[in-house]
């Protein structure tokens, strides 16, 4: 089987929007073990294009608003808040392999590198 019938197997099994579990049970009964391992890797790759990842330093940052915001910028994808508490007063969003990231940690890094590179010369 090729890649690309792989991908078309791994877009078939969804059913309105959502992932059919019956639909993959019965694809995967069928594939040998080199086309399920690529198999699986196109559902999450499919999987990870449908969904917006919002990335907080801490749960109790989240509200409503900021998802409905989101959500409004994003109205075909699933949004997801997880936890790093790596982050400074900030926030990263992933979309797909886009990453936007506003935190104070990154700021304060750039600012350093900025008069770094300015009283070097």
Known sequence: MTKKELKLLAHNSYTKGFLDAKKVKRIAKLLRVIEL????????????????RIVV??????NQTMVNK?????????????????????VKIIDNDLIYE???????EN???YMIEQYDN
């Open 111 to 113: 600012i350093n590198k």
């Open 57 to 62: 330093p801490n749960m109790e940052m989240v």
């Open 70 to 90: 989101v959500r409004a910028k994003y109205p075909n994808k699933r949004v997801i808040v997880d936890e790093d508490p790596e982050l400074i007063l900030g």
């Open 102 to 108: 506003l935190n104070l940690k990154n700021s304060l």
């Open 37 to 52: 391992r690529q198999y699986i890797k196109e559902l999450k790759k499919f999987e990870q294009g449908k969904t917006v």
